[in-house]
């Protein structure tokens, strides 16, 4: 199963998001470089954040990666990642003042992305291909 069409087109379209969550983490990290260049100073949260985030996402494309050769654990972490990493992004974002708003809507962004690949991962041919062999 793991080498089904099914299987490498839901590689194929994890790979894109996760590559779009990247492009996505590289694009906030130039926008607060940018408005911190600017003369307004960005708070701590925004710095930790786009480094923990750009980190998570590489963490993720390499599991996407080890997955997509047959790694049955790459592909539990991979899905465990993909369901966590919005839900704690989405509340983070929800506490009023933490985020400027430009950051607000990369976490949705990102947000959506995680989910869609999670979507993808927990359909039940791909959950069908990565269960464990007794």
Do not use: C, D
């Not at 996402?57 to 993909?82: D, E, M, N, V």
């Amino acid at each position: 199963m793991r080498v089904h069409p099914k299987t490498s087109r839901a590689h194929a379209w994890i790979r894109w998001i996760l590559a779009f969550e990247l492009l996505l983490g590289l694009a906030g990290l130039g926008i607060a470089m940018v408005v911190a260049t600017s003369g307004t100073p960005q708070p701590t949260a925004v710095w930790v954040r786009t480094a923990i985030g750009l980190f998570l996402t590489a963490l993720t494309l390499y599991y996407a990666w080890k997955a997509s050769q047959g790694s049955i654990w790459a592909y539990r972490r991979l899905r465990a990642l993909t369901i966590g990493l919005p839900i704690i992004t989405m509340l983070i974002a929800m506490i009023p003042g933490f985020y400027p708003t430009w950051m607000i809507i990369e976490q949705i962004l990102f947000s959506i992305g995680m989910i869609t690949a999670a979507a993808i991962l927990l359909n039940t041919h791909m959950r069908e291909t990565y269960r464990p062999t007794q």
